[in-house]
């Protein structure tokens, strides 16, 4: 599969979420997201970006703001067939596709521990024994949660690395396999 051959399949799969995807098809998708968004981001500084300079007591101070309008719109464009994609490459590797989201459902898992265990501990204010033990027993279960947060998206990256499945797996046949 060529670079351009994978991303025609990515948006020609713009919202398949089955099948399989082979590593290249995913691999050049994403260096096509990466320089994709490298051109967006020179198009907002060239010509979005607002720089003011302020003169203070001998202190001269530049600063440049923009909202990356270019940068924005192409990320809501690469957002689905990166994710339909992502989702195939895990069905390549005999995984669940949902493992692409786990980084993003631990995170969504971890602030909900914390404010509802943070707002458990608010109600009981006069409650003095009680208010500790909510709020050690967040921070119990937050702080294992933040370590897993910094190796989840370790382990996506690395099973979106791993090889084929040889042959064909219960999400489809082996898309390099089919190829040939």
């Known amino acids: ?6 991303i025609r399949t990515c948006f020609s ?12 098809e995913y691999w050049f998708f994403f260096l096509f997201i990466v320089i994709w968004s ?15 300079t302020t003169q203070t007591d001998e202190v001269k101070q530049v600063t440049a703001t923009s909202n990356q309008p270019v940068q924005s719109i192409v990320s809501l ?3 689905i067939p990166h994710l339909a994609v992502a989702w195939r490459r895990m069905h390549d590797t005999g995984r669940s596709g949902l493992f692409a989201l786990l980084p993003i459902l631990l995170i969504a898992g971890a602030f909900t521990v914390l ?25 119990l279960i937050v ?18 690395t791993r090889p084929s ?11 390099t396999e089919v190829a040939q």
Do not use: E
């Open 115 to 139: 404010i509802f265990g943070i707002g458990l501990s608010d109600q009981f204010q006069h409650g003095g024994g009680l208010n500790i033990l909510f709020t050690r027993a967040t921070l």
């Open 38 to 52: 490298f051109i967006a981001g020179v198009i907002d500084w060239q010509f979005f970006t607002q720089v003011a």
């Open 13 to 24: 799969k713009f919202f398949t979420f089955s099948g399989r995807a082979s590593r290249l």
């Open 77 to 79: 464009i690469v957002f």
């Open 165 to 175: 499945q040889p042959g064909t797996n219960q999400y489809g046949p082996n898309p």
């Open 143 to 160: 702080i294992p949660t933040l370590l897993i947060l910094m190796i989840s998206p370790l382990l996506v990256l690395w099973w979106l």
């Open 1 to 6: 599969m060529t670079f351009s051959d994978a």
